[in-house]
Structure formats: structure tokens, C-alpha cells
């Protein structure tokens, strides 16, 4: 069944349409990837599932319950629906450490008189909370070695981890990952492939990706849906996604077919 | 109710109001160009007003040099201040570039008191002193003459910035800087401009509200009325200054005659809180979208 | 504005005592009686500046002069300051290091926010008497302020006496009428309801009250309604200089007549050298004589002596001068008449020999004996400014209040 | 030299002090905090508690600005609140001075809320501004509501008071300030060790993604809003104790604008800095004062300096700090502590 169901959604801003009419789904316990050019509206269909943007039309159904846009975004959080951004979000200011609990956030409970007094709940709370994160999410993403250093100071790929890092520790249904590898080098690509297939496979968290990489995507991918100026194209397992025609004109225009086959074929890349 | 006295009192605030859209205006160019909050300005008001009061009242000259003397002398400090220390805090968030503008503020106060003392002072009278009437309504020849002055330099602005080269690279630059600097316009100038051009519209207003109400170190409290200006106008709209700016003079002066002076900054403020509610951008100010 | 440096060091330079003061040098005569010390919160620097320099060289050249007449009954006197900048809690910080250092008897202090906020330190030490700048009514509530004095009238009493002025010219049975103009501060509303009932007991009208912000504000629609209402009298309070010259060339360019009037503060020459001649005409109530009045005395004498003598070349001493000299006087009457009295100079013993002052002859700084009513000297007389002469004179007689 | 303590269990490793070396200076400080009274004059004394109150009063705007990113010009006012609330209290009810306090940073913290909610509609700098227009408002309130802020002329009270215990002199108003200094600076760093502290960072740095995270903006801003004007209704309150009088005029913009200014010399988003700034900006016109006596004897006319002077190095200040040393004075004590700690074997 899907965890995630995007019916008919619409979106515009001023005169440009972001999207039109875009359906399509998220079986559970897989990892769906969303591709498409630059400006398909791949990240304004986050937004609008995160609930930044409110669709005009159309509707999203999330584990069979309708999410109308009076659920705002910290309530979706609490739902378990998980995100990272494009551009890295974390905290700067912030050590790993602590981005991370903040992913823990809305799982707590504690008050603000009991954290000023730093006792009772306050107190077992945060020490739970660090014993999970240590225990299942710094050890699971090797990150160990860095959780007392502030963000700001780490490599582009170290911050792409944490940032994953801290989208696990909200404990998500859904898995949303922008643009995940971005950036990387072949090694942390690798890296980050395995920690995605792990999370699906060991933690049974519905992933869905927003990826141009095509390699990683179609190694890893359960079920692909392609996006083109705000429609959704084609669907569908990555075997069939990849010869789709319609799909390579969408990526290329009427260029050198070769060298998209490449691109969408990972074989190819290898051969 | 007596509509002739509420008819003068009307035309002294329409009056004072439009000096306030001049201050207003000073603002605002300094805000779209480089969206900088300037919390100094009553302070660049008042350092002209000082500089007017040495020319014309310490070197004696006559007044009609002193103030174009006074207001290139506000715009040289408007300059002065971007180059020195707003342009070290660019890409900062926009709160500490506030803090910068408060600090300056109190420099120039500092500054002020130093050279002048924190006496209380009063300016040459150089505005004629015959009273005008408009009509039956009898308005203060300073104030009349005030605004009058205050409305050239703003119609001029308008011009300005409508139809010559700098006023096009300021309008570009406000509406889209990455893409004003691939046009090739020099976005370091245009920021320097427009701290100069706000500095010199702020300097004239000064040298004409201290004309016509004194002068002392404490001059810049005036900042909040322009502050409730701009906000309640919106902060990128030279439009809502001027409408803005004419409401609120009028407001505060009958507000102030009906009600008691004390009244004068709190209705003004229960105007600025009500805006805040319902129309956060201002009158006329753009709803900018947050990007994520 | 070089020049304005300058001259504001001319304001000081002559003043070469205060390095006496600030460094407590030892006072002029070898004497092994101890010292009598006279403390002071002053505010050198900040808004209240213009006042404070003279207020201190007043306190200063009278502590120079009492000491070359042999002190206080043979006890020297030594004036120790700090400035205050005119803010409340500096001028805390600064009673509190006078008074851990040297335990002065008397003391002043620079602003009626000041006094109120160290009543209850001096009420608790008991040891210092204290007066200042302040002329604020609540001041002279002994139960709250058993040991703080108003060396002049209080600020209600100012406005008695300006109204007690104006009921006496009215022609033919015809009472003039009166509008209150005032700050919205402390200082600038402390008299007016007293005013007010003043004002009904004599059968004044007050036809007309306006509320400013002090300082730089647009007055214009506050003179429009003074228009409609033509008051005979406006009197002002709470002021420095503006809007007070606004008020008054406005209302003139409008044809009016009103005479304009002011208190302590609002009447020193700062006006006449700022206004110019359209300072002309504006009335003043004082409880001392003018530095450059024609009056004299045996005590106002040796002020100009003394102040001649400190700087030769100031010319005119400011109401605050006179009011600073006029402090340490009192002080210098009320440890005397303790110390005549075989007394130790606590604060109660103080404020008792200031209580049994009366009919006390100031020596031509007050033109008429006066005696202390409820800790204030509820004293004088309305003086008009002559803008040719650039000076006040007096239009009334000395008025004192019983 | 310090080598890395290795911690036994993650409550430990938590743990605010987290060596033995930095327990020791801590109960050292607390020593001289201690003995600090019976060893100064009367005039230390003062600016110790003058101190004492500006630490409260400014570790509550570096929860708001510092730590939540929330500009305050209302800081002030706030403390209005909280010390007109304890005057009335103690007017008119002569409860005990723990009481008051308390219930005059719930009085300030009510406010707060009150004032933060256009955080709903607006942010950043427009927020700045709604809390500019609360303490205009404040103030006409203080100024007008005669019956129970006493007009102009403000309200006097009594000297705390508990167990017939009477704190009338500087001397034992220090053993409540100090102490309760210490307190809610301790406080102030355990929230920041939990869920709510880091909320407010997240919010500080990036709001939309704070909120992906599932933080309600609304809720923590108003949340910081309210802590931080409970600090400032307390620190007013002890204010109203200290002086015993509390009138419109003892809470002017420009205190508004000292503790902010306290905030970044101190260091935004950090205790140690809030505590530093309030100390520095506090002595910063004491230590002028000396410099003008020290001059009067070559240059009489320094002291007609000295107010406009302090009043350009405060802007000064604020500039130098932002544009040169962001992370204020708290960064500054870091590098002399790193320097010490490896000093002698490095540099």
C-alpha cells in the first residue's frame, strides 16, 4: 500500500506554475525517487508535502489520512514526516550533537520549568535522548568522531551526513531527501547510498528522494516517477523509467541520445 | 466641534507631515537600495541642524549659504558612515546591522555634545515671520515655509529618480541586486548614493523641523516618528512615505491638540502596532516570499 | 565649531578650583579643627550641564570664601564632587563613594530623581543633610523626606507666587486669565494641580492647559489653540529654553498679547542670549538677586567678589551660580547654628537649626529676611526681561508666602 | 596543561562542568562572590549590585537576541513591569520580597507574551520594532495610570522584607541579588541544555528549517519572549527594592539600548558573554570617571567631557564589536583561556 498519496496538486506563484496536476505515489517500505531537470518543481513538491507551500488545488494523503494545509509544518514533523534540504540546513551555530537531538525535538515532552531547573523530567529526558542518539544514529552513520564539533567547521559531505543524521533522529515514517549526494565525491556517494538503503532495509523508513544523480538512483531506486515543467511524466519501476522516450526527451530536448542513454543508464556509465 | 480650529490644526500637521515623508523618504532610499533599517537618521538630522547652527549662528554666514552647506555636510557624514560602517557589515544579518546603525546613533550624539555642548540651542531664524494664511486657516510661517522647501526637494527626488541614469541603477539595484550587478551597474556606488541621498534629504528636513522647534543632543528621538512612518507606509515604499508620512504628521498634531501632548507618540504607536497586525509590509510595502 | 570648543572651555578655564575639588586638595587654612564636608553629586557633562558648571563654581568659590572667614566656626570646609552626567544612578554611585570617603554633613544632589531614589540611604545613615537643584514639591513632605530641603520656593510655591502676581494686575475688578504650559515629565508636572487650586482660590481663570514633550517638538497647533483661548498669562514650566521661544514668537506673529511667564529654571539668561530680542517682555519668578542686578548686600558682594576673583573674565554668573552659592549658604547657616547649639551634626540636629531659621537675614542674596516653612524658603519676586539691557529686572516685590 | 577527561556515562558527559579543574575556579568565583561584601566599601558594594542586577536584566535579552534571534528595544519596559509590580505589591500587600519577585517576572513575562504575539504575522526587524512601540506604550502607561503607578511622580516603597528580616542597606541587598544572579544564570544554562534551549537556536539560525523539524515557531518565540522578560521583571524588581523608588523616568529608551549594547559587547548567544558585557558596560563609566579626575589636574576641563565621551564610546562599542569581534567579549576571554591552557608548551 502507500504511505504517501499525491493527487491532482497544483501550484503557482504569480503567473508561473510550479506544478500542475501532479499524482502519483509512495508504496510503503520503499525508496521512490523524484527526477526531472532543473525547475521541474521537484523541491516544490517537498515544500508543499512539508506544508511550506499550500497547494491551489489537489490534495495529499499520508498513511490514508488526509494533510490539508491547516496542518502546518511542525505538526507534519510530528507525523513523521522527515526532511533534508538541498542546501544543507543545519544549525551552524550548533554542534553535531545538538543537531542532531534537535531532531529528537518532538518526540520530548519536558516543560520549561523542569529544563530551567534542569531536574525530574528535564533531566531523564536528555539523557535518553543522548544515550538514542549515540547508540543508534551517531554509531549507525560513523559519525562519532565529530559530535562535538560545530557544524560550521565540517566538510560539505561530513554536513550532509549529520544532516541525515538528524532527520533520522525525528524517528520519520517518510524519509525525504533533497538531493542527498550532491556534491559528493564517488566515496561519499557510496557511503551515502548504503546509509540509504540501510535506513529502508534495517529501519523500515519509507524513503523518498529528490536525486539527479543517476547512477545512485538507479541502483538504489524501488520506483522512480519523472517531473517535467510541473507534470508528472512517467512512472514506474527504473528499468521501465529508463527507456521511456518520453523521459529522455524531457531530459535532453532532441540532443545526442547516446549520451543521455549513458546518463540514465548506470550500466552504460560503467561500460 | 469648532471645524476652523480643527481645519489650522489640520493644515499644521498636513504640514509637519510633509516633512516627515521628506525624513521618510531619506529612509526609504537607503532601505531599498540596501536594506538597511537606519535607526540613526533622527541623529544625521540633528549633526545638520548643528552644522546649520555653526555656519549661520558661529561663522555667521547667512543662512542661505549655511543650509546647503548643512545639508552637503549631512549627506558627506551619510557617505561617510556607509563606507566606514555599513560596508564592513555586508552580508551580515540584518539585526546587526541595526545594532550598527544604533550605535551610530549614539556616536553622533557623543559627537554632538562634544563639540556643541548638550545646551539647549535655538537656530538663526531665517524663514519669514509673517503669518499665512491659507483661506480663513491661519498656518506658522516657519512651518509653511518649511514644507515648502521640504516639497521641492522631494518633487525633485521624484524626478530624479524617474528619469536620470542614477535614479535608474537605484531602482534597479532595489528591485534585484544580483541582477543590477550583472548589468554592470557598480552595486558599491549605488549603496554609497543612497546613504548620501537619504543622509541629504534627512539633512534638510533637520535643519528645517530644528528651525522651527529648537535644538539639542536629544533632536534624534524624532527617528521614531519617522520609524512609525516608514513601517506603517511600508519600508520599500517611496509612496507609502509620502502618504505615510503625511498621515502620520497630521495625526500626531491632532491627536496632540485634542487629546494632550502626551497622546502624541502613543496614537501614533496604536496606529503602528494596528498595521503590524493586520498589514505587516505597510500600506504600500511588498510581501517579500520566503524562500526555503 | 573650533571656536565653540573654545568657548566652551572659557566656560571652566577660570574655574581652576575644580582640581582643588576633584583631587580634595587641603583646605586654605591650617587648622586642626576637622573639616566640615559639603558633597556633591553635580552634573558637569550630559543634558543638565549648562546648569551644573555653575552650580559648581557657585559651590566652589563660596567654599573658598567661607574658608578665608575662618571657616565654620573655625572648622574648615572642604567641597568633594563627582559629576553625575545628570544620570540617576551615577549620581548614586557618586553619594555613595562621598560618602564612604569622607561623611559630608551636607550634600547636593542634582535631580529630584536622585533625591527620592537616596531618601531612603540618607534616611537610614541619618548624618547628611541634603538639598539641590531640585525645587520639587514632594521634596517637602518631611515624613518621606525628613532631611532633604528646597533652597528656594518649591515649585508650587513658584506658581503661588507667579499667581499671586498676576491677581494683582488685574484693572477694574477684572481678573486676567492664565494657561498652564508645561513638560510631560516629573519636573514638568510636579505644581500644576497645586497651581490649579492656587489659581481657583484666587479667582484666576486657567483657561487653558497644554502637555509638550520637552525640548525640540512642534508647537504650532499647541499656539492655535492658545489662540483661540487668549490667555492674559501663559505661564511655563518645566523647561529649559524650548518651546518656550516658540510659544512666544508664534503667539506674537499671531497679533496676541499674552505676557509669558516662567519658573526657576525656565529664567536664566540662557534665554535672553538665545531668543534675542524676542526675549523682551518674558517674566521670570526668582528667590535670589540676579548676578548683575542692582540691588546689593554685604553677601552678594562678596559673591561678586569671589566670583570676580575665581575668573575675572566670566562677566555674568548664572542663576545657578547664585543657587549653588546660595546651597552652600544654608548649609553653612545650619551646621553653624548646630554647632552653636553644641550639637553633633546628624541629620535630625541639622534639620531642626534648619526648621528654627527665620527671619534670617541673606545678606542681599534674597532681598527680604526669610524664614523656613516646611523645609523650603518660599521667597520671591518677578523679574521681566529687559532684551535691550540683555537682563532682568525686577517688576514685583519680593513676595513671601506664609 | 588539561588532557581530555574520559566520562563514565552519558548523564555525566551531559553535566555542565565537566572537570574537575573547571569545578574548582567555579567554587573559587563563588568564594569571591561570598566575600566580596565584607571586603569592599560601601561604593563597591553599590556597583556590585548594580552589576548583580544588570546580569539578570541582560541574560534575559540574550535569551531573546542572543541565543533566539530576537531583536528587543523593549527591555526596558519590561523591567518597568516587573519593578511597578513589585512596588505596588509591596504597597498594598506587604508580601515578602520572594513572592514579589517572582510574581514580578510573571507580571513582565505576561507582557512579553503579549508583546511577541505580532511574532505570528512579523519577523526580524519588524518585531524590533513592535517591541519599540510596547515601550512607548509602557511608558504612557507608567506615566498615566495614576491610581496605580503613581503618575510622574512614580511610587515609593518599603525595603524588602522576609521572616522580619529587613534589607534596607546595600550591604544586605546584595545577598539578594547575587545570589539570585548566580540562580537564574544557571538557569538560563540548563535550558540550554535541553530540547527548549536548542529550539531557540534553531530559530536563531534557521527559522523554516526549525520549523520542518517540528518547532512551532510561534509557541518557542513566545516562549522566549516570556523567559526573557520574566529575567527583565525580575532584575526591574530588585531594581524597585535597590532604590525604593521607581518612576516613568527610571526606564528610559536608552537603558533599552544599554542592555542591548550589553548583549554584544558581551557576546550574542552566550552566558559567559551576557555576564561579561553586563559587568563591562555597567563599569564602563565608572572606569571613565577615574579617567577624568585622573586628567582634571593637566586638562580642568575634562569632566565636561566625560558624558559625551561615554557617550561615543557606548556607540563605539556597539560598532567595534559587531564589525571586529562579533562574538564579543566572551570570544576575547576564549582565546586568553586557550592561550593559558596550552601555555607553556605552545606559543
Given amino acids: ?271 | 466641534m469648532d471645524w476652523l480650529f480643527f481645519g489650522e490644526i489640520s493644515l499644521a500637521g498636513l504640514a509637519m507631515g510633509g516633512l516627515y515623508a521628506l525624513i521618510a523618504l531619506g529612509f526609504v532610499i537607503i532601505y531599498k537600495a540596501t536594506r538597511v533599517i537606519n535607526f540613526a537618521i533622527g541623529e544625521i538630522m540633528m549633526f545638520a541642524a548643528y552644522l546649520f547652527l555653526a555656519f549661520a549662528g558661529g561663522m555667521e554666514l547667512s543662512p542661505w549659504i549655511a543650509l546647503p552647506l548643512a545639508v552637503i555636510g549631512g549627506s558627506i557624514l551619510g557617505g561617510v558612515i556607509e563606507k566606514t560602517m555599513i560596508r564592513p557589515m555586508l552580508g551580515e544579518s540584518p539585526i546587526s546591522v541595526v545594532m550598527v546603525t544604533i550605535g551610530i546613533g549614539s556616536i553622533l550624539v557623543g559627537l554632538v555634545e562634544f563639540i556643541w555642548t548638550a545646551d539647549p540651542q535655538l537656530l538663526p531664524s531665517f524663514l519669514p515671520r509673517e503669518p499665512v494664511f491659507i483661506g480663513p486657516l491661519y498656518l506658522a510661517p516657519k512651518i509653511a515655509y518649511g514644507f515648502l522647501i521640504g516639497s521641492a526637494l522631494l518633487i525633485i527626488y521624484l524626478l530624479y529618480f524617474r528619469f536620470s541614469r542614477g535614479g535608474v541603477a537605484l531602482r534597479a539595484t532595489a528591485s534585484d541586486q544580483a541582477a543590477a550587478y550583472s548589468m554592470g551597474i557598480n552595486v558599491r556606488r549605488v549603496f554609497n548614493m543612497a546613504w548620501v541621498f537619504g543622509s541629504l534629504a534627512a539633512s534638510l528636513a533637520g535643519v528645517l523641523v530644528a528651525a522651527t522647534g529648537g535644538l539639542s543632543p536629544q533632536f534624534g528621538i524624532i527617528g521614531l516618528s519617522v520609524l512609525v512612518v516608514v513601517i506603517v507606509g511600508g519600508l520599500d515604499s517611496i509612496l507609502g512615505a509620502l502618504v505615510a508620512g503625511v498621515f502620520i504628521g497630521w495625526l500626531e498634531t491632532v491627536a496632540g491638540a485634542y487629546l494632550g501632548g502626551e497622546y502624541r507618540m502613543p496614537a501614533t504607536f496604536l496606529v503602528l502596532a494596528v498595521i503590524l497586525v493586520i498589514r505587516p509590509y505597510g500600506l504600500f510595502g511588498t510581501h517579500e516570499i520566503e524562500r526555503v | 565649531m573650533f571656536r565653540n570648543i573654545l568657548k566652551k572651555g572659557r566656560r571652566l578655564a577660570g574655574l581652576g578650583s575644580l582640581v582643588a575639588a576633584l583631587t580634595m586638595a587641603a583646605p586654605v587654612m591650617a587648622q586642626d579643627k576637622e573639616p566640615v564636608v559639603f558633597g556633591g553629586s553635580i552634573p558637569l557633562s550630559g543634558v543638565f550641564a549648562f546648569a551644573g558648571i555653575h552650580i559648581h563654581a557657585g559651590l566652589t568659590d563660596y567654599t573658598n570664601w567661607i574658608n578665608s572667614q575662618g571657616g565654620i566656626n573655625g572648622h574648615p570646609v572642604e567641597y568633594v564632587m563627582e559629576d553625575t552626567a545628570y544620570e540617576v544612578d551615577r549620581s548614586v554611585a557618586a553619594f555613595k563613594k562621598i560618602s564612604g570617603s569622607s561623611s559630608p554633613a551636607t550634600y547636593y544632589g542634582d535631580s529630584t530623581g536622585f533625591m527620592k531614589a537616596i531618601a531612603s540611604e540618607l534616611n537610614s545613615q541619618g548624618n547628611t543633610l541634603m538639598s539641590g537643584a531640585s525645587f520639587a514639591t514632594a521634596l517637602t513632605d518631611n515624613e518621606q523626606y525628613p532631611y532633604q530641603f528646597i533652597p528656594g520656593p518649591n515649585y508650587s510655591q513658584m506658581f503661588g507666587i507667579i499667581l499671586e502676581y498676576i491677581a494683582t494686575q488685574g484693572e477694574g475688578g477684572d481678573m486676567p486669565t492664565v494657561a498652564f504650559v508645561y513638560s510631560d515629565t516629573e519636573f514638568g508636572k510636579d505644581p500644576i494641580e497645586n497651581g490649579k487650586a492656587r489659581a481657583g482660590e484666587l479667582g484666576i481663570d486657567v483657561v487653558e492647559e497644554i502637555v509638550t514633550k520637552p525640548g525640540s517638538v512642534d508647537v504650532s497647533a499647541e499656539v492655535l489653540k492658545l489662540r483661540r483661548v487668549r490667555p492674559d498669562y501663559v505661564v511655563f514650566h518645566g523647561y529649559v529654553l524650548s518651546p518656550i521661544n516658540e510659544f512666544m514668537v508664534q503667539m506674537r506673529q499671531m497679533g496676541l498679547d499674552t505676557q509669558f511667564m516662567g519658573t526657576f529654571w525656565s529664567s536664566d539668561k540662557l534665554i535672553i542670549d538665545k531668543m534675542g530680542a524676542d526675549a523682551d517682555g518674558y517674566m521670570g519668578v526668582m528667590p535670589y538677586n540676579y548676578y548683575d542686578s542692582e540691588e546689593s548686600g554685604p553677601m552678594l558682594d562678596a559673591l561678586r567678589a569671589q566670583a570676580e576673583k575665581s575668573d575675572p573674565e566670566a562677566g555674568y554668573r548664572p542663576t545657578g551660580y547664585m543657587q549653588g552659592w546660595f546651597n552652600a549658604m544654608v548649609w553653612t547657616e545650619v551646621v553653624k547654628r548646630t554647632l552653636d547649639a553644641g550639637k553633633e551634626l546628624t541629620g535630625d540636629n541639622m534639620a531642626e537649626s534648619l526648621a528654627s531659621i527665620e527671619d534670617w537675614d541673606t545678606g542681599g542674596i534674597i532681598g527680604i529676611p526669610v524664614t523656613v516653612r516646611n523645609m523650603s524658603f518660599p521667597v520671591g519676586r518677578i523679574w521681566r526681561v529687559n532684551a535691550e539691557e540683555g537682563r532682568y529686572e525686577p517688576v514685583s516685590d519680593w513676595i513671601h508666602l506664609d | 596543561m588539561r588532557i581530555g577527561d574520559a566520562k563514565q556515562s552519558y548523564e555525566a558527559d551531559e553535566a555542565i562542568w565537566t572537570s574537575s579543574t573547571q569545578k574548582l575556579w567555579l567554587g573559587f568565583f563563588l568564594l569571591i562572590l561570598m566575600v566580596f561584601p565584607f571586603a569592599v566599601d560601601s561604593y563597591l558594594l553599590y556597583l556590585g549590585c548594580l552589576v548583580g542586577i544588570a546580569v539578570i536584566s541582560t541574560t534575559g535579552l540574550n535569551i531573546l537576541t542572543g541565543f533566539t534571534g530576537l531583536i528587543s528595544l523593549g527591555q526596558a519596559g519590561f523591567m518597568g513591569v516587573g519593578a511597578y509590580t513589585v512596588a505596588w505589591l509591596s504597597i498594598n500587600t506587604g508580601l515578602p520580597f520572594p513572592i514579589t519577585l517572582v510574581l514580578a517576572g510573571l507580571m513582565a513575562a505576561a507582557v512579553g507574551i503579549l508583546v511577541g504575539l505580532p511574532s505570528l504575522r512579523v519577523k526580524g526587524l519588524y518585531l524590533a520594532i513592535a517591541t519599540l512601540a510596547a515601550s512607548v506604550f509602557l511608558h504612557f502607561i507608567f506615566a498615566e495610570w495614576e491610581p496605580v503607578t503613581g503618575g510622574m511622580g512614580g511610587l515609593s516603597l518599603e525595603p524588602a522584607h522576609l521572616f522580619g528580616l529587613t534589607f534596607q542597606s546595600d550591604f544586605m541587598m546584595y545577598f539578594i541579588i547575587v545570589p539570585l544572579a548566580v540562580l537564574m544564570v544557571l538557569a538560563a544554562r540548563n535550558v540550554f541544555r535541553t530540547r527548549i534551549g536548542r529550539a531557540f537556536i534553531a530559530i536563531r539560525d534557521r527559522d523554516i528549517s526549525a520549523e520542518i523539524l517540528g518547532i512551532n515557531l510561534l509557541r518557542y518565540k513566545l516562549m522566549s519572549f516570556a523567559l526573557s522578560s520574566f529575567y527583565a521583571g525580575v532584575a526591574g524588581g530588585l531594581f524597585a527594592y535597590f532604590y525604593r523608588v521607581v518612576t516613568p523616568e527610571s526606564f528610559p529608551l536608552s537603558m533599552s539600548i544599554f542592555y542591548l549594547a550589553a548583549v554584544i559587547v558581551g557576546g550574542m548567544g552566550n552566558l559567559l558573554g551576557g555576564i561579561l558585557g553586563a559587568a563591562f558596560m555597567t563599569l564602563v563609566p565608572e572606569a571613565l570617571k577615574l579617567l577624568t579626575a585622573a586628567l582634571t589636574p593637566f586638562y580642568p576641563n575634562a569632566p565636561v567631557f566625560m558624558s559625551p565621551m561615554l557617550e561615543i564610546i557606548f556607540g563605539g562599542l556597539i560598532v567595534g564589536f559587531l564589525i571586529f569581534e562579533p562574538h564579543g567579549l566572551a570570544e576575547i576571554w576564549h582565546r586568553i583561556r586557550r592561550f593559558f591552557r596550552l601555555w607553556p608548551f605552545r606559543n
Fill in chain 1, 1 to 271: 500500500m502507500s504511505i504517501l498519496e499525491i493527487s491532482n496538486l497544483s501550484l503557482s506563484f504569480g503567473g508561473v506554475k510550479a506544478l500542475q496536476d501532479v499524482s502519483f505515489r509512495v508504496p510503503e517500505n520503499t525508496i521512490t525517487t523524484i527526477i526531472g531537470p532543473n525547475g521541474a518543481g521537484k523541491t516544490s513538491l517537498f515544500n508543499c508535502i512539508s506544508g511550506f507551500y499550500k497547494p491551489q488545488q489537489g490534495n495529499i494523503r499520508y498513511q490514508g489520512q488526509p494533510l490539508p494545509g491547516s496542518i502546518k509544518p511542525p505538526r507534519r514533523a510530528a507525523l513523521g514526516l522527515a526532511r533534508t534540504f538541498q542546501n544543507i540546513a543545519l544549525f551552524r551555530g550548533m554542534t553535531v550533537l545538538d543537531n542532531i537531538k534537535l531532531g529528537a525535538h518532538v518526540h520530548m515532552k519536558s516543560g520549561l520549568l523542569s529544563a530551567l531547573a534542569y531536574f525530574g523530567p528535564a533531566r531523564r529526558e536528555e539523557t535518553a535522548v543522548r544515550q538514542e542518539v549515540e547508540e543508534r544514529i551517531i554509531d549507525f552513520l560513523e559519525i562519532d568522531h565529530i559530535r562535538r564539533q560545530p557544524v560550521a567547521s565540517l566538510p560539505y559531505g561530513l554536513q550532509k551526513r549529520v544532516e541525515l543524521a538528524r532527520a533520522l533522529a525525528m524517528k520519520p515514517q517518510v524519509l525525504m531527501l533533497d538531493e542527498p549526494v550532491a556534491g559528493m565525491n564517488r566515496e561519499e556517494k557510496e557511503d551515502m547510498a548504503r546509509f540509504i538503503l540501510d535506513i529502508r532495509e534495517e529501519w523500515g523508513i519509507t524513503v523518498l528522494m529528490v536525486e539527479h544523480d543517476m547512477g545512485m538512483v538507479m541502483d538504489i531506486s524501488d520506483h522512480i516517477a519523472v517531473l517535467n515543467f510541473g507534470q508528472v511524466i512517467t512512472e514506474g519501476v527504473p528499468a521501465d523509467v529508463q527507456n521511456n522516450p518520453e523521459v529522455i526527451k524531457a531530459y535532453l530536448g532532441n540532443s545526442d541520445i547516446d549520451s543521455l542513454r549513458r546518463k540514465l543508464n548506470p550500466e552504460g556509465e560503467v561500460a
